[in-house]
């Protein structure tokens, strides 16, 4: 493997949450060879069995389930055994459900909120002491928050909630030099497009009209999102604080 360090990453300690599949996995795979040191987590044990085959061997690929406080205080411990400290999390673990909005119900809700927005808020809580100074923290959220879409109010909610919480924390820990930022976004080309349980043809026609209405005129990649998120990680965004970057081929100006 050839390690880049042209952003400053090299020797940095990184965590990414939900970083077996989709952005998760690409943001791993370059901040790692941007030379970072780099740990992961994920609750599926098909796709940890697969990242541990697939990635190299010093990446720390470990268990935790975002919706479970007790995890991540576990979590906290086994970083600072392995890693001391961090200066880079980036906390992708996420779900989406559709749903008509008067179909929902509470498991509906509880299964997004718990994964959403309780996994970001305790996740960060117990990591808090293991951040250097100068640390990024990288929220991953959605243009869901700031653009209707039908079928998706609850998930929108929860990433409106976790882009309030990011600008909230980016004041709050700016005192510790840390900078806390979220990356927003939509209509990329990962695993979660196939969870939303549609049928093909209709999966089809929804991308097709997504599409065009995409200035850029195409799906984004997994690859796209994780170049934002190796610019807010690394020293090149060392006075960006508190944003939302949109990864959205234009769609939000549309």
Do not use: W
Not at 227 to 246: C, D, K, R, W
């Amino acid at each position: 493997m050839t390690v880049s360090n042209n952003h400053g990453l090299l020797g940095k300690k990184a965590l990414v949450t939900g970083g077996t599949t989709g952005i998760g996995r690409a943001a791993v795979e370059l901040l790692h060879r941007e030379g970072a040191r780099v740990a992961l987590t994920g609750s599926n044990a098909d796709t940890l069995a697969a990242a541990r085959r697939e990635l190299p061997e010093d990446v720390l690929v470990l268990r935790s389930d975002a919706r479970s406080a007790a995890d991540a205080s576990e979590l906290s411990a086994t970083l600072g055994e392995r890693f001391g400290e961090l200066d880079v999390v980036f906390l992708n673990a996420g779900i989406a459900l559709l749903s008509p909005f008067e179909a929902i119900t509470e498991q509906h809700y509880a299964e997004q909120f718990d994964v959403n927005v309780k996994g970001v808020i305790f996740t960060l809580h117990r990591l808090l002491p293991l951040l250097a100074p100068g640390a990024s923290v990288i929220v991953c959220t959605s243009v869901a928050d700031q653009r209707g879409t039908a079928g998706l109010s609850v998930y929108s909610a929860t990433k409106g909630a976790v882009a309030a919480l990011v600008r909230a924390l980016a004041v709050e820990l700016a005192p510790r030099k840390i900078r806390v930022n979220s990356v927003s976004p939509a209509t990329i080309a990962t695993p979660i497009q196939q969870k939303f349980g549609l049928p093909a043809d209709v999966a089809s026609a929804v991308a097709e009209r997504y599409t065009q209405r995409i200035p850029l005129g195409r799906f984004g990649q997994a690859e796209e999102v994780a170049s934002a998120v190796l610019f807010l990680a690394s020293p090149a965004s060392s006075y960006v604080t508190g944003i939302e970057l949109v990864v959205d081929g234009g769609l939000s100006a549309t």
